[in-house]
C-alpha cells in the first residue's frame, strides 16, 4: 500500500456564544470516521489499482455529543496505491462496512497525524483548550556541589 494523496474537502470550526467555563472543564471528544472506500481511476498508474478513502475528523468541546458547544469538523480522503489482491480485499470489506484492523489504523494514524496540526491553529484561533496535551517546559532544582 502505498499513499499518493490527502486532501481536504471540508474544514469547519465553530464556537457557540454561550460556551462556557464547565465546557473546558470536560475533555473535548475526537472521532474518526471512514465514510466511504470506492475504486477510483489515475492515468499515471497502471500497474496498480486506486482506491480512494473519505474520512471525518472531528473535535467536539461540551457534554452533549449532539449539539456541542464547540467544534472543529475536518472532511477529506486519501488516495491509494494497491496490488489487486489488496484493492479487491479491502473493497469487499467495505461492503460491509468493514476496515481490516491494521489498514484502520494506518489511515487513522494519517489522519490524527495531518488533522491535529490543523485542529491545533483553529482551537488557538477560537480560543479553544488544545485537544491533545502539549509539551511543556518545567523548572529544575539546581543541582547542588
Not at 454561550?18 to 473546558?24: D, E, G, P, R, Y
Not at 473519505?54 to 486519501?78: C, H, N, Q, T, W
Not at 490543523?118 to 556541589?145: C, F, G, S, Y
Request: charged share 30%; net charge positive.
Amino acid at each position: 500500500m502505498q499513499i499518493i494523496g490527502f486532501n481536504f474537502t471540508k474544514i469547519v470550526a465553530t464556537k457557540e456564544g454561550s460556551f462556557s467555563a464547565a465546557s473546558l472543564k470536560t475533555n473535548p471528544t475526537i472521532n474518526v470516521e471512514f465514510t466511504s472506500i470506492e475504486k477510483d481511476k489515475l492515468d499515471l498508474l497502471k500497474d496498480n489499482e486506486i482506491v480512494r478513502v473519505s474520512f471525518k475528523f472531528s473535535v467536539a468541546y461540551g457534554e452533549s455529543r449532539d449539539k456541542p458547544d464547540a467544534e472543529i469538523l475536518m472532511e477529506g480522503f486519501i488516495v491509494l496505491s494497491l496490488d489487486k489482491n489488496q484493492s479487491k480485499d479491502i473493497l469487499k470489506n467495505w461492503k460491509k462496512k468493514m476496515v481490516a484492523p491494521p489498514l484502520q489504523m494506518n489511515l487513522s494514524n494519517i489522519v490524527l497525524k495531518r488533522c491535529t496540526i490543523k485542529a491545533l491553529v483553529l482551537e488557538e484561533e477560537l480560543n479553544l483548550p488544545t485537544h491533545i496535551r502539549l509539551p511543556q517546559l518545567r523548572m529544575q532544582p539546581k543541582p547542588e556541589d
